[in-house]
């Protein structure tokens, strides 16, 4: 007898529903799409399928890790893990203070409840100024830029998919991606319908993606402009009268500085900077205006790049001169069922955004949002003094692979006094632990998607129990992350993971019954406490969250209202509708209203005007990312089912800069940057523009010492050797991964 169960896919952030098989041993026999899916309704991708591979793959760690004196890894008890972790840490701590032990925490997390609600106690109980994530490799621009003009991190407005009828898309390829900062499932067929519907979409991009090919129109860009080519079509804007932000004008702070701040980068200022003819951006700024119901979306090719925060911040300007933010088909603000930083508290204001609470020590960064950019992370083992990190956390992450300047990453990692991480592998980055604390297969572990939701283009909730019980001597994530919490405050090795829980559980009701407008303001939360009884853990928080989300049964106050006993059985999901209109009650800005000119980005314009006139040399190439509709990052490439086929790890040149620089397709380049160089096999591909050439990140395996066989057989090369970690957005000291100066020749 086989059994069926149903889970959410969470290896990426589409959130599709996967009905799994299971034979009676409990071995996955056959995932297929859940038809019955609120959100996906069958849709699934081949990386949902190798959910399978990767919950059976014999590389993954199902015991924990501890460095023998050859340097190999010995497998040994969680006890003695634990013990050493206590020992290296607190050493560390003794000698160098709270300052010198760094957590990093990667991009898996954000798909992973114990890593989202208990990785912040880590953070927070280390009260180390290092703390780091993928973040500031990814969308921390995009993010600081929405906090700036709507109040909080959280409050992005994402693209309304299934209502629009233009969508102008930048540096983003969701049929590759499945999409980001935009959940939703199926993204092509989405981008289908609008074209069905007769609305058009559009592509900026240097390569002719995936995405682009589906579009009406591909139009190609000089990496790193985009904020040229926003700017200017704003200028267009104002210029020829279609400025109509129509029900939010009243709402607007600084609509007219805006229009004096654009007028000089006219289409034809922009032309030769951003490679696109002026015609072109004053007929797209047009279309935009024109367009009944149309969105402006940004994604990795406008957020790490030099104008990160001001591209981010240029793509909703233009959504709300169009009248299009905050209203159906253009760009809008979920309500996700656990609620969030823009649905609690008094509505339509706030604190606004803060960061530069304090700088990173070497390079003086600022912190964004309590983190400092990962950028700085080798610089700040490597350069001795007060506060020189001599210990690290990692927490699903690889920043070896995936941030810049790899390897002088690589090399200061193998000179920390102590290193610990928690993961599924030994990888390029866990190689340099003294202990490795393994995580559960995502089957092994209940699911709800607490961060997605809150990008999704629909109001949805789905929870997931696990499918699997866990493994033999293996143990929860979140007890693993509370037991370093534990260490974190001085507890040892040894503290009492369920009263700590309680801890942060209790604290959790407190902060919601002192918070005004919410449901259960007011009332005792040690009675809440018990109310959540038996559940504990990442259940009983997020059953805390949903019962006082925006549609929660508020802990009686509405039966009918959302639990997570009601999603329990609602096994595939429960659909709360399309977006609706939040403003100005999600605004929480000190002065109530949207920033549409916030300080820092206007003191960014002074660099775009530098940008106008900066004129590359002849023959000069810019490196660009790509992703595959096969990868995750760093960390699928372990299964075979990702990694057959042709090499996809190449670097894709056009044919006259082939022609050029003697380079023949299939035959290897060496491409050299500031940093480092590397080695691959040539793709020639007019689908790249010339002057500009892509690899794709997350490559790298066949080096010494990882686990994971299959990818390191299929290794590739690690494109972040040639990341500069000294280039980044000024704004958000986010990472440049797009628009990095190489040279390339035949090796
Ligand atoms: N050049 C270039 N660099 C890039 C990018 C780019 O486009 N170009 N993209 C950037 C982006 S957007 C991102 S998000 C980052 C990603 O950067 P990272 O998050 O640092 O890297 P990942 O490859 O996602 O590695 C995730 C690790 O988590 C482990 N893992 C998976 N699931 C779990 C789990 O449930 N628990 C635990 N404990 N571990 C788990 C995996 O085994 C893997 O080792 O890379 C960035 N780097
Ligand atoms: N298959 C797969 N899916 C993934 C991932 C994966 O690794 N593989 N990673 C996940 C993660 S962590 C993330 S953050 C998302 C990212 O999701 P996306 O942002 O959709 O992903 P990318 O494919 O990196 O798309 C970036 C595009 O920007 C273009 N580009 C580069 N530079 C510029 C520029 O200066 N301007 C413009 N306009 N375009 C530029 C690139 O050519 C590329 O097509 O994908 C997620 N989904
Ligand atoms: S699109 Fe993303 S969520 Fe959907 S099956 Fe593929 S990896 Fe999973
Ligand atoms: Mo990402």
Known sequence: MSVTAYRTCPLCEATCGLELTLDESGAVERVRGDADDVFSRGFLCPKGVSIKQLHDDPDRLRTPLRRTANG?????????????????????????????VALYIGNPSAHNMSALLYGRALAKGLGSR??????????????LASALMFGTATT???????????????????????????????????????????????????????????????????????????????????????????????LCDGLGELRALAAPFAPERVAAATGIPAPTIRRLARDLGAAERAVVY??????????????????????????????????????????????????????????????????????????????????????????????????AGNPVVSTPNAGRLDGALAALDFMVSVDLYVTETSRHADVILPAPSPLERAHYDLALYGF?????????????????????????????????????AGADVDAIDDFVALDVLRRETATAGSPVAGRDPAELLAALAPRRGPERLLDALLRTGPYGEGFGRDPDGLSLAALEAAPHGIDFGALEPRLPDALRTASGRIELTPPQLVADVARL????????????????????????????????????????????????????????????????????????????????????????????HGVDGVGWRVASAHGGANSNVLADELEVDPVSGNAVLNGIPVSLAPA
């Open 72 to 100: 190999s890894f010995e497998p040994c008890s969680w006890e003695e893990a634990f013990a050493l972790v206590a020992a290296g840490l607190e050493g560390v701590r003794a000698r160098g203070g709270a300052d010198a």
């Open 156 to 250: 992005v407005a994402v693209p309304d998919l299934d209502r629009t009828d233009h969508l102008l898309v930048l540096g983003a390829n969701p049929l590759a991606s499945n999409g980001s900062l935009m959940t939703a499932p199926d993204v092509r067929g989405r981008l289908q319908a609008i074209q069905a519907r007769g609305g058009k979409v559009v592509v900026v991009d240097p390569r002719r993606s995936r995405t682009a090919r589906a579009a009406d129109e591909h139009v190609p860009i000089r990496p790193g402009t985009d904020a040229l080519l926003l700017i200017a079509m704003v200028a267009v804007l104002f210029e020829e009268q279609l400025v109509a932000p129509g029900r939010l004008e009243p």
């Open 456 to 492: 999704a283009i629909r109001n949805v909730a789905n929870y997931s129990p696990a499918v699997l019980p866990i493994g033999d001597g293996m143990q929860d994530e979140w007890r693993t992350l509370l037991r370093l919490v534990g260490i974190a405050v001085g507890q040892g």
């Open 609 to 700: 005007h530098a940008a106008l006139d900066a004129r590359a040399e002849d023959g000069a190439m810019v490196l660009i990312g790509r992703r595959d509709l096969r990868s995750n990052n760093s960390w699928m490439h372990n299964l075979p089912l990702l990694v057959r086929g042709p090499e996809r790890c190449t670097v894709l040149v056009h044919p006259d800069d082939a022609a050029r620089l003697g380079l023949t397709d299939g035959a290897p380049a060496r491409v050299r940057s500031r940093v480092g160089a590397i080695e691959l096999p040539v793709e020639v591909d007019d689908a790249i523009m010339p002057g500009v050439v892509s690899i794709p990140h997350g490559w790298g």
């Open 130 to 143: 290092n703390v780091y994530s993928a973040s500031t490799v990814d969308q921390y621009p995009k993010q």
């Open 298 to 395: 940004g994604r990795m090719g406008t957020t790490t790049q030099t104008f990160g925060t001001t591209a981010s911040w240029l793509v909703d300007v233009l959504n709300v001169l169009t009248g299009n933010l905050d209203r159906a088909g253009g760009a809008m603000f979920p309500l996700p069922a656990i609620g969030g930083s823009n649905s609690r508290g008094e509505p339509g204001r706030g604190r606004g955004a803060r960061t530069g609470r304090w700088s990173s020590r070497v390079r003086g960064l600022g912190e964004v949002f309590g983190e400092l950019p990962v950028a700085c992370l080798a610089e700040e083992i490597e350069t001795p003094g007060d506060g020189q990190v001599r210990a690290l956390i990692t927490l």
